[in-house]
């Protein structure tokens, strides 16, 4: 079985949904090989992120993602989890790095799924390692899809405002 959600609670950017469902399909069927999986993605803001990340982590202040593992067992065949993605934080860390927000999103998407893989960022060397397997999953991503239609743009007057 295999669900996939994506709630989008921000108003930073209108994010084409339906899009986003395509590459994350792409990501968890075609390049990590899952056929079974229930993941919920919320695009959220900073506030939100923040909360999120003071009450489950015990952290001050914002952060790009968060990743909750459902799952019944380490062993688990399935994904079973939620990803946040701040909207902000892509943002913010797009103008740092040099890339779209878009790309840093997708980025994000990819970190939240290795998490729910497995895979930990703990310890520099398992966060080296991790980095590189996030590195080459969004490059394919970015190969096969145009990540800057990510953003809805209201054609009739080419404005940024949500729908």
């Not at 390049?31 to 803001?45: F, I, N």
């Not at 998407?109 to 996030?134: F, N, Q, S, T």
């Not at 394919?140 to 800057?148: H, T, V």
Request: net charge positive; proline share 1%.
């Amino acid at each position: 079985m295999s669900i996939l959600r994506f709630l989008d609670r921000q108003k930073l950017r209108d994010f084409d949904r339906r899009f986003f469902r395509q590459i994350a399909r792409a990501l968890l069927e075609e390049l990590l090989a899952r056929e079974s999986y229930e993941l919920g993605v919320h695009l959220v803001g900073s506030r939100e992120m923040t909360v999120l990340n003071e009450t489950f982590l015990g952290h001050q202040g914002s952060t790009d993602v968060i990743t909750f593992d459902h799952s019944e067992s380490a062993a688990a065949v399935s994904l079973h989890g939620e990803i946040f993605i701040c909207v902000d934080e892509a943002l913010t860390q797009a103008r740092r790095f040099r890339v779209s927000w878009q790309s840093e999103a997708v980025r994000y998407l990819v970190h939240g799924i290795l998490h729910l893989e497995g895979c930990d960022d703990a310890k520099p060397r398992a966060r080296r390692a991790m980095k590189r397997r996030e590195d080459l999953l969004l490059k394919e991503l970015s190969r096969r899809f145009e990540l800057n239609k990510l953003e809805r743009h209201n054609q009739a007057v080419g404005s940024h405002e949500r729908k």
